[in-house]
């Protein structure tokens, strides 16, 4: 799926992945995923939840942990995003940091 996405990416600067989230959380998927997940190197120490794949396992069939609702499956970062006006100038004002030349941080 993420080589998929990344070719659709690839061809169209453009394109939006509407459905993506509807995918993400299906269960068909996310046992695949499971699946690849599990069986990495990494899989042993434990996420930001605390649990790793062997604690998973013996709690509960896998399934039953994936579907779960109300399982946290993303996170949000909320940010602060500056929205810029370049001016487009001949040439730049003269300053002591540019006395070093091309790429001086004036040090």
């Known amino acids: 799926m993420q080589d998929k996405l990344h070719r659709w990416s690839s061809r169209d600067a453009m394109a939006r992945f509407a459905d ?3 995918l993400v959380v ?3 998927f996310l046992l ?3 699946e690849r997940v599990s069986t990495n190197t990494g899989a042993r120490s434990a996420g930001v939840d605390g649990l790793t794949v062997r604690s998973i396992k ?3 069939p896998v399934e039953d942990f994936l579907v779960l609702r109300g399982t946290r ?3 949000l970062v909320v940010q602060r995003v500056e929205r ?3 001016t487009s100038v001949a040439e730049l004002p003269a300053s002591v940091r540019g006395l070093g030349g091309f790429g001086s941080t004036g040090g």
């Open 20 to 22: 993506l989230f509807n």
């Open 26 to 28: 299906d269960p068909a």
């Open 32 to 34: 695949i995923a499971w």
């Open 84 to 86: 810029c006006a370049f």
């Open 73 to 75: 499956i993303a996170q």
């Open 58 to 60: 013996a709690a509960d």
